[in-house]
């Protein structure tokens, strides 16, 4: 998700993280099967915002990267 430009869209593929930030991430509506939309980043690796549904979160760039999104062509 991380790579992501702002704008894009996909599907959560999968999800490399402990228990803890799969349940956090689970508990915030994003699991694998979810469309997410990118909206957008901050340079350096501050949060990346995204959007499910009708929904917007702001996650931290080390969780992001570590979401498998397939964006597609």
Do not use: C, N
Request: net charge positive; glycine share 16%; proline share 3%.
């Amino acid at each position: 998700m991380a790579q992501m430009e702002s704008g894009e869209s996909g599907t959560i593929v999968s999800i490399t993280g402990g228990r803890g930030m799969v349940t956090r991430l689970d508990s915030m509506g994003m699991r694998v099967g979810v469309d997410v939309k990118k909206v957008s980043a901050q340079i350096l690796r501050g949060p990346v915002t995204v959007q499910i549904g009708g929904t917007q979160l702001a996650i931290g760039f080390g969780m992001a990267q570590k979401i498998l999104v397939e964006v597609p062509e």
